[in-house]
């Protein structure tokens, strides 16, 4: 059965703090791993990833996928009360002409001023 | 920045009663899909949608369930006799490939009483 599973579930950090926010998986047919931002409602896109080794950057957040030992980590640098949400990752999963996505629980990040 | 826009925003219907969840997906993308999320759970995967018909579909998209696109713009998710365990968030979502980032709505939450 397709697992994601991320840890911690939930965190709180100071504003300023760096957090590391971790994704592990099993699945067969990987496409891809993807993290989203979920504050109040929809999940928000942040980075697709499919590539070992390959960092992705966007400002105080970065991602990297190592395909070799199934996970994934989202850093955010500098961490900012704005950036309190759940951070969900999911893994695209082959489906012919689309990938449906398997989810993890999330992890729950809240900063403090 | 364009956005998957869904509608109602929350549904309350009686339990055997039929429900339509709407969907307007960005302009440009072919490809759609529905999750949903019960209360404190994962978000789950249930159809993906592309070239007008079904590509892919979980084990909890049963004969129940059924999706369509009605014209150019609205995607359609309809549960013809809802039950107690339908009581969920419904997230569509939409990309312009078959293998690019989903983009989500804010979801419909429906309430089955």
């Known amino acids: 059965e397709d697992k994601v599973v991320q840890s911690p579930l939930s965190l709180v950090v100071h504003e300023g703090d760096t957090v590391t926010l971790n994704c592990s998986y099993e699945?067969?047919?990987?496409?891809?791993l993807l993290w989203y931002k979920q504050e109040k409602k929809a999940p928000t896109f942040l980075f697709m990833l499919?590539?070992?080794?390959i960092e992705k950057k966007s400002g105080r957040l970065s991602s990297i996928l190592d395909k070799k030992e199934l996970f994934s980590i989202l850093n955010i640098t500098a961490t900012q009360t704005g950036d309190s949400a759940i951070y969900l990752c999911?893994?695209?999963?082959?489906?012919?002409?689309?990938?449906?996505?398997?989810f993890g629980t999330g992890t729950l990040l809240a900063v403090q001023p | 920045e364009p956005e998957v826009t869904q509608t109602p925003s929350h549904q309350v219907t009686q339990m055997g009663q039929e429900v339509i969840l709407r969907c307007v997906p960005i302009?440009?993308?072919?490809?759609f899909y529905w999750y949903r999320q019960i209360l404190g759970q994962k978000v789950e995967f249930l159809v993906s949608?592309?070239?007008?018909?079904?590509?892919?579909k979980s084990e909890i998209f049963d004969d129940q369930f059924s999706v369509e696109r009605p014209d150019g713009s609205n995607f359609t998710l309809k549960i013809r006799s809802t039950k107690l365990e339908d009581s969920a968030m419904y997230f569509c979502?939409?990309?312009?490939?078959?293998?690019?980032?989903?983009?989500f709505g804010d979801g419909t939450r429906l309430s089955i009483l």
């Open positions: 699945v067969t047919n990987f496409r891809s």
């Open positions: 499919t590539s070992s080794g």
């Open positions: 979502a939409s990309s312009d490939g078959g293998h690019q980032p989903q983009h």
């Open positions: 302009s440009n993308h072919l490809y």
């Open positions: 999911a893994v695209g999963v082959y489906g012919g002409a689309t990938n449906k996505l398997i």
């Open positions: 949608f592309y070239n007008n018909e079904i590509s892919e």
